[in-house]
């Protein structure tokens, strides 16, 4: 058990819950970031009949200086900083480059990978200070393997490992871990919600032949924040059932 702090940002997403009931589990208290009002009701109720110390805030990730009053608030109502911190927060809005707007470009790579930066730049002070702490970025096998009209996507995708990477040199002699973790396909809402033969059609390039499930990633990112990962640093953990080797 622990008393940590977990940030999870779109902690209320697909996989971000399950992140968020794994590691309240394990005894961390965790804080959400949410975009749309209302959206922290139910989840706070979840988390609350579970016995999980959970507290939500309402912030966009792709705001800078969102980001950096979250955090102080954070500090400032939990009377302790942020331990660990799960990027998760992501969107897509997909089309091939020669359809793709301006538009959807920034909005990818801001909500993606803007923000990783943003919340990373928040915690990294404390974290250092601390001499112990966890960055946790949830990527995609869509940022190792590319994907036809998701150039912004994989793009952003790709560039989070090449930040958990560069960051990790930086803080690794200050007990402050970052990795990537790439998923496969996860049987969340959007996934299921695709037309079944299509479905099928992914799971037939999965050589464990099935679907992700959400517990799987956050089982990943309990290990990864705990301080038996220590020695695991600027790794991109892919976890996609074979359907990507490298
Ligand atoms: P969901 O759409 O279920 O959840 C995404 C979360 O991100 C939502 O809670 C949403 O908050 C939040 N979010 C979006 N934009 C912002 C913003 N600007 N500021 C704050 N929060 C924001 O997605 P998943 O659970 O499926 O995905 C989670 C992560 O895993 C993503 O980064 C995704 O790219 C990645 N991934 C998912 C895969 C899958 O198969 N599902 C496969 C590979 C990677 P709100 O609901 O309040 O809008």
Redesign the pocket.
């Known amino acids: 058990m622990t008393d940590k702090i977990a940030l999870v940002?779109?902690?209320?997403?697909?996989?971000?819950?399950a992140i968020c009931t794994q590691l309240g589990k394990a005894g961390y208290t965790v804080v959400s970031?949410?975009?749309?009002t209302g959206?922290d009701e139910a989840w706070l109720e979840q988390m609350q009949e579970q016995g999980i110390k959970a507290k939500a805030y309402q912030?966009?990730?792709?705001d800078f200086e969102q980001a950096q009053q979250l955090v102080a608030n954070i500090k400032q109502d939990l009377g302790a900083s942020v331990s660990i911190l799960v990027n998760?927060?992501?969107?897509?809005k997909d089309g091939t480059l020669r359809k793709m707007t301006y538009e959807q470009w920034q909005d990818v790579i801001?909500?993606?990978l803007n923000?990783v930066f943003n919340l990373s730049k928040a915690v990294v002070d404390d974290m250092t200070n601390a001499g112990f702490g966890r960055i946790i970025n949830?990527?995609?096998?869509?940022g190792q393997k590319g994907q036809f009209g998701q150039t912004n996507?994989s793009a952003a995708?790709a560039g989070m490992h090449g930040f958990s990477m560069a960051l990790a040199q930086e803080v690794a002699k200050k007990g402050v871990t970052v990795n990537t973790i790439?998923?496969?396909?996860?049987?969340?809402?959007?996934?299921m919600a695709v037309d079944e033969n299509i479905r099928n059609q992914i799971i037939a390039q999965i050589p464990v032949g099935r679907?992700?499930k959400?517990e799987e990633?956050a089982s990943l990112v309990d290990y990864l924040a705990s301080e038996a990962a220590g020695f695991i640093t600027g790794s991109n953990i892919a976890i996609n059932g074979g359907q990507h080797m490298k």
């Open positions: 940002t779109g902690g209320m997403g697909g996989i971000g819950q970031t949410f975009m749309r959206r912030c966009d990730v792709c998760n927060a992501g969107i897509t801001n909500t993606n923000s949830i990527s995609s096998i869509n996507y995708k790439s998923p496969g396909y996860i049987a969340t809402e959007m996934v679907l992700g959400p990633i």
